[in-house]
Every structure is written in structure tokens, then in C-alpha cells.
Nanobody
């Protein structure tokens, strides 16, 4: 059974921080250590977009709009990927999802429920 379980979202003021977690299970993620993983987000009325990815090597890459503010990491022993988000701003409001690292989010066949991040004063 394929599962992606995201957590850690919430309501935060501009400038605040949140740490998102995701646990992946099922055949598409096995073994977890062999797959690059990514965080995506979808704001109301907008397309889903990639935020950050972490490679098999542990190397990382970020979208320009989060570079220097967000940090992605992984724990292969727990099949988990994390997103530390600092200096949040209003534009970061979205539902955040994790998944394998696809060239485009439309390539994914399954998604978890996501976790809502709301930045508001």
C-alpha cells in the first residue's frame, strides 16, 4: 500500500518557522534510499510546484523563491523527508506535499493528503 503522510503544517506569522515531516511507504519508495525525494506545494488557484529536492547522495536543490530560507533533509532509516522553513512570508501559504523527485508534479500517480501551511498576521 502506497502511503505518503505529511505533517507539521499550521498557522504562523510572517517571519516565523515551521518544520514539515513526511513518511513514505510502499513499493514506489522501496528502498527509500534509492530515490531522490522532493517537497512540492500548491497555493489556492495555482499549479503545484516543486519547492526543494534531496538526492540519493544527500545533495539538495531549491527553487529560487525558497533558497536561503528552507532546508530539506532526509532520514533513510525512517523513510522520512523533512522541510525546515524559516523566514516564512505570505506567499508561502499553500498545501505542502512530499513525493519522489519528478521533473514535473504531473508525472506523479499518487499524492498524500498534504499539510496546510498558512502564513498570516
Amino acid at each position: 500500500q502506497v502511503q505518503l503522510v505529511e505533517s507539521g503544517g499550521g498557522l504562523v506569522q510572517p517571519g516565523g518557522s515551521l518544520r514539515l515531516s513526511c513518511v513514505a511507504s510502499g513499493e514506489p519508495f522501496s528502498p527509500f534510499s534509492r530515490y531522490a525525494m522532493a517537497w512540492y506545494r500548491q497555493a489556492p488557484g495555482k499549479q503545484r510546484e516543486k519547492v526543494a529536492q534531496v538526492y540519493i547522495s544527500g545533495g539538495t536543490a531549491y527553487a529560487d523563491f525558497v533558497k536561503g530560507r528552507f532546508t530539506i533533509s532526509r532520514d533513510n532509516a525512517k523513510n522520512a523527508v523533512y522541510l525546515q522553513m524559516n523566514s516564512l512570508n505570505l506567499d508561502d501559504t499553500a498545501v505542502y506535499y512530499c513525493n519522489r523527485d519528478f521533473a514535473s508534479p504531473v508525472m506523479a500517480d499518487y499524492w498524500g493528503q498534504g499539510t496546510q501551511v498558512t502564513v498570516s498576521s
